[in-house]
Antibody, heavy 117, light 107 residues
Framework: QVQLQESGPGLVKPSETLSLTCAVS?????????WGWIRQPPGKGLEWIGT???????YYNPSLKSRVTISVDTSKNQFSLKLSSVTAADTAVYYC??????????WGQGTLVTVSS | EIVMTQSPATLSVSPGERATLSCRAS??????LAWYQQKPGQAPRLLIY???TRATGIPARFSGSGSGTEFTLTISSLQSEDFAVYYC?????????FGQGTKLEIK
């Protein structure tokens, strides 16, 4: 069973960069699958942020593309999200997930990131 | 970008009854559609993929149908644990996109 665990600061100041890591256990990230980030503002729906393949190929939501970087570290079996120039609108629960065939089969528990000074 | 529209926003149904949730895509996604269930404070859980295939461990009372632009999630006999928010998601095109969700509440 694949397990994912998000980690990172729960509070980020406006204009700074949000950085999160997703540690993967139970599966080698370099074997297969795509790996992605999704977020959910409080009380709202799900928004896809971006996806990475173990080879490093990335796909980003056009609405966030200029600010997003997703990377993979196969040596640590984890992947990461960086979102720059954050504002209050980026306050959300951030989820990492395993993607197979395009659908999100395994999810982390999520981590709340608040943007505030 | 493909826009996914779910209806209704809220659905009130009594336990034991059938619930029918709809999802419409702004352009064809073939059968590349998934459904997720999300309970308060939890991550979404995959229910259905490929429009009609139940994920591992999902009870048979959940069924999905449709193709192209019109999709339906049916829960045949609602159990107490089924009251949650349901999302559809297309994976035919980048960017992947989710519907805004349907909240299934107890009547």
């Amino acid at each position: 069973q694949v397990q994912l665990q998000e980690s990172g600061p729960g509070l980020v100041k406006p204009s700074e960069t949000l950085s999160l890591t997703c540690a993967v256990s139970g599966y080698s990230i370099s074997s297969d699958y795509y790996w992605g980030w999704i977020r959910q503002p409080p009380g709202k729906g799900l928004e896809w942020i971006g996806t990475i393949y173990h080879s490093g190929s990335t796909y980003y939501n056009p609405s966030l593309k200029s600010r997003v970087t997703i990377s993979v570290d196969t040596s640590k079996n984890q992947f990461s999200l960086k979102l720059s120039s954050v504002t209050a609108a980026d306050t959300a629960v951030y989820y990492c997930a395993t993607i197979r065939g395009g659908y999100y089969i395994y999810w982390g528990q999520g981590t709340l990131v608040t943007v505030s000074s | 970008e493909i826009v996914m529209t779910q209806s209704p926003a809220t659905l009130s149904v009594s336990p034991g009854e059938r619930a029918t949730l709809s999802c419409r895509a702004s352009q064809s996604v073939g059968s590349k559609l998934a459904w997720y269930q999300q309970k308060p404070g939890q991550a979404p859980r995959l229910l259905i993929y490929g429009a009609s295939t139940r994920a591992t461990g999902i009870p048979a009372r959940f069924s999905g149908s449709g193709s192209g632009t019109e999709f339906t999630l049916t829960i045949s006999s609602l159990q107490s644990e089924d009251f949650a928010v349901y999302y559809c998601q297309q994976f035919n095109n980048w960017p992947h996109s989710f519907g805004q969700g349907t909240k299934l509440e107890i009547k």
